[in-house]
């Protein structure tokens, strides 16, 4: 499991969330409690939720998939993903990580 801040402006809004899930996965998203649920491609179970004003992301990887091109196609999904539901590239929230392990 993972979590990532949220950019100034981008609210944590489970709903937007939803919206930005369903832009960039193909299939459907089921939402219990607060949870955002599916699955794509070399993923066979992504969830995400909100909470404290961070979003949390579990995934896990399909290891059935061994196709070069569907890894790297899931990998850029889920890239695109964080970067539109948290506001930051792939680089600032490996800052914002390095930040947050020095902090503890």
Do not use: H
């Amino acid at each position: 499991m993972q979590q990532y801040k949220l950019k100034r402006g981008f609210k944590p809004d489970i709903d937007r969330i939803y919206s930005v899930m369903a832009e960039c996965f193909s299939g459907e998203i089921s939402k219990s409690e607060g949870v955002l649920e599916t699955s794509y491609g070399a993923m066979s179970e992504i969830k995400v939720w909100i909470e404290k004003k961070m979003l949390y992301v579990d995934t896990v990887s399909d290891k059935t998939v061994t196709d070069d091109g569907t890894a790297l196609q899931t990998n850029k999904a889920f890239r695109d993903f964080l970067y539109k539901a948290t506001g930051y590239t792939a680089k600032e929230r490996v800052k914002n990580a390095k930040k947050e392990v020095g902090e503890e």
